[in-house]
């Protein structure tokens, strides 16, 4: 028996993995392996990297597991670190954004409930691999059909006050 195939055993080395600029998504566990209940996403945040514009999810819960490293959050109003060991609870609902003003990589596994959002990384890296500067409509335009509302607003702010960028 392959437990693998059967989505009882996710070797460390596993899962596709696809590059949103500064930030790596690696494809632990899909939802057809939990009866469309949750996925497992991990993700390495390289330092110096604001790891998505803050948003707003209308559609899937995520938590965070700080694997290596800490990362900046923002969840409202409300602005912490989270290192090794945390957990970060992004409801539906609640705007939120992270990023890493370190000097080394983060690692965090990203639970996401229900698993749909595969999809949308896989879109927005495609976007991301086009020369230049990251096309803000049409990451704005992907996220809408994923019901995400971004606050792009936000975003200068918070590269100058945490002194991060957005993509490579």
Request: proline share 8%.
């Amino acid at each position: 028996m392959v437990l693998e195939d059967q989505g009882l055993f996710v070797p460390p080395e596993s899962g596709r993995s696809v590059s949103l600029g500064g930030l790596e998504a690696i494809f632990k566990v899909l939802g057809a392996k939990t009866a469309g209940s949750y996925a497992f996403v991990e993700h390495v945040l390289l330092p110096g990297q604001l790891g998505s514009p803050p948003h707003t999810h209308a559609n899937e819960d995520e938590v965070s597991i700080m694997l290596e490293g800490e990362i900046g959050v923002l969840t409202g109003e409300d602005v912490f670190t989270a290192g090794v060991g945390a957990y970060v609870v992004k409801p539906r609902g609640l705007p939120h954004a992270f990023w890493n003003a370190t000097s080394v990589p983060a690692r965090f596994l990203e639970i996401v409930s229900p698993p749909g959002f595969k999809q949308y990384f896989v879109e927005v890296a495609d976007l991301l691999s086009a020369a230049g500067p990251p096309d803000m409509g049409g990451l704005a335009q992907i996220a809408g059909w994923y019901g995400l509302t971004m606050h792009l607003e936000r975003l200068p702010e918070l590269m100058e006050h945490f002194n991060v960028r957005l993509g490579p």
